[in-house]
């Protein structure tokens, strides 16, 4: 693939501003991780320049420190309000300083103004990232992805673009050549539970020192595709919880207390029943190459493991949207033989990328008796009207589960993630050089067997202590779907004493439940640590409105920490990183 990041140059006749070099450091402990990204640019023009930034954030994870080194100058980031943030800026700008301005875009684009680049100097771009990690279908393994492309989203006629610049003429997104790596460490954590890592994408070395695995890249050079590195563990449908402790901060009541990550990975048999598939699959022309083509072997090899008994229908869909077949058909021979021609001649012949239509669509179709709808939607993630087709699934998640596959690099986690959020269904991404038959099985049985349903929650912590659980509605459990959930042990602070989560629900009305025990009080965290925890805990409970809101005091949006004298503060969306720095 040609190019890592999006690059935006504010003004005609600017020159590209090309990424020399990428440097990543992180940790994997269990289920989350927390990541250090350094990237430096040349501004090997006569003229300053001023640039934006667009970095790929997966819907999981959420930017926690920002720091821009430009022209000898340190650029630190603190959070204001959206129109504050706007106008500080702006005014830096005015007088002549150097600024960057970075925010949350369209759910899972960071985007970063940068302001003036002096001419013939370098600029270097520090991201600290904190986030939950998904599991591996097939492999069952914690898996890491360092994203290496981004893609610019096409925008359907009469919707508004998150990704356009803000205020003057269009700027234009360049693709320079695949930065070199210059450094990458990857440490995992707790040793003795990890059976092995490996990387389907490239060649990497692991060593085992002092209770964690150390994990480098075999070769250094040119980023020309995605780093995936998966962590296998010895028993991964063992429940796990990590405890957080919290630690003094002056108008930080949520950092002042501790905080509690669960995650459920059940393993439970299940029945199966007949269902109506219909495969909504993106044809438009960003599928065009080798995106089209796993769709295609992704759309066959759904079409060979339908089971008998089923109906389905293929939908094709790009500016305008066609069907293989009026109404959806039962699953025989030669219904078979038609679609899977269909399936061989499919190409990225139609145009823009309008999801909205085709999902409209098939909720408006007339259910088959008997036979629950489950619509599985095939896209690289190239629109900009997320959240409409978001919320037209979430309105007709009485009719339909929707399950996602994200094709290629570029795919948004944002819709892809979001739409099968909504739908009650999964989520699966396919990238270069991955295997595709786990995911499609996995999601297949998902697709007919019922989930666990009614689930709750209940934690059990010692007196005094009050939980505030993040999401407050737990959505419905697949098997072998990891479920995480957080709690805020408010009034925690100082106190030990053991805990317990239990996690109840029903499956076709009989009791289903796992428990896990925890321990309050056993470690500390250090002025140094960054708290993953506590931020991917304050994520979710914004995101879920639990009275936590982004208008009022700081500590209320964002968890704000001190680092060997840096200040870093986590990103909310809408919310806005400003600052501004003099000679």
Not at 133 to 143: F, G, K, N, Y
Not at 524 to 529: A, F, Q, R, Y
């Amino acid at each position: 693939m040609s190019g890592q990041y999006g690059l935006v140059i504010q003004g005609e006749g600017k020159k590209d501003v090309p990424l020399e070099s990428v440097s990543v450091t992180g940790q994997i402990k269990g289920y989350v991780m927390g990541l250090e990204t350094r990237l430096k640019y040349w501004n090997t023009s006569d003229d300053p320049l001023e640039v934006m930034f667009r970095f790929p954030v997966e819907e999981s994870i959420a930017v926690v420190g920002l720091e821009a080194k430009i022209a000898g100058r340190t650029i630190k980031g603190v959070v204001r309000e959206k129109e504050e943030a706007r106008q500080m800026y702006d005014d830096a700008l005015s007088s002549g300083l150097t600024a960057a301005l970075g925010e949350e875009k369209s759910g899972d684009i960071f985007s970063l103004a940068l302001g003036n680049l002096p001419p013939k100097e370098e600029a270097e771009l520090i991201l600290k990232l904190v986030g939950e990690l998904p599991l591996d279908t097939e492999s069952e393994a914690v898996r890491f992805s360092l994203p290496t492309v981004l893609k610019p989203r096409y925008t359907p006629a009469g919707s508004s673009d998150p990704l356009a610049p803000i205020g003057g003429e269009a700027s234009q997104v360049e693709k320079s050549s695949a930065p070199a790596v210059s450094s990458f460490s990857l440490n995992v954590a707790e040793s003795d539970d990890v059976t092995s890592v490996t990387s389907p994408t490239h060649g990497i070395n692991t060593v085992r020192k002092d209770g964690s695995v150390e994990v480098t890249l075999t070769a250094l050079g040119p980023l020309d595709k995605d780093v995936v590195v998966l962590v296998h563990y010895k028993d991964p449908h063992t429940p796990r919880a990590t405890v957080e402790e919290g630690r003094v901060e002056e108008g930080n009541e949520l950092m002042s207390n501790p905080a509690v990550m669960l995650d459920f990975f059940p393993k439970f048999s299940s029945l199966q029943a007949a269902c109506e598939f219909v495969f909504v699959v993106d044809r438009s022309g960003s599928m065009s190459g080798t995106y089209i083509n796993s769709a295609k072997d992704t759309l066959i090899l759904f079409l060979k493991s339908i089971p008998p008994g089923c109906y389905f229908n293929i939908i094709g869909f790009g500016s305008r949207f066609e069907h293989l077949f009026p109404k959806s058909v039962l699953y025989n021979q030669t219904n078979l033989d038609k679609a899977m021609s269909h399936a061989h001649g499919l190409s990225a012949n139609l145009g823009g990328t309008e999801l909205l239509s085709p999902l409209e669509f098939v909720f408006g179709q007339e259910l088959l008796p008997g036979l629950p709808r489950q619509i599985f939607v095939l896209t690289d993630g190239s629109v900009s009207n997320t959240q409409a087709c978001i919320n037209v699934t979430k309105k007709n998640a009485h009719v339909a589960r929707v399950f996602t596959f994200g094709i290629g690099s570029g795919a948004s986690s944002a819709l892809v993630k979001g739409l099968a959020r909504a739908g009650n269904g999964g989520a699966e991404f396919i990238k270069e050089g991955e295997r595709m038959q786990g995911k499609v099985i996995s999601s297949l049985k998902k697709a007919l067997q019922p989930s666990v349903t009614d689930v709750e929650l209940k934690l059990s912590v010692p007196p005094g202590i009050e939980v505030l659980q993040a999401p407050s509605k737990i959505p419905p459990v697949f098997n072998g779907e990891k479920l995480v959930l957080y709690g805020w042990l408010k009034g925690g602070a100082g106190k030990s004493g053991p805990g317990c989560a239990v996690l109840r629900g029903k499956m076709l009305g009989s009791p289903v439940e796992h428990r896990v025990d925890f321990q309050l009080g056993e470690s500390s965290l250090s002025p140094t640590d960054i708290p993953v925890v506590h931020q991917l805990a304050s994520k979710s409970l914004i995101q879920d409105g639990n009275g936590l809101s982004v208008n009022k005091t700081p500590f209320k949006a964002v968890d704000k920490l001190k680092n060997n004298g840096d200040t870093m503060t986590s990103t909310v969306r809408r919310e806005r990183f400003v600052s501004s720095s003099k000679s």
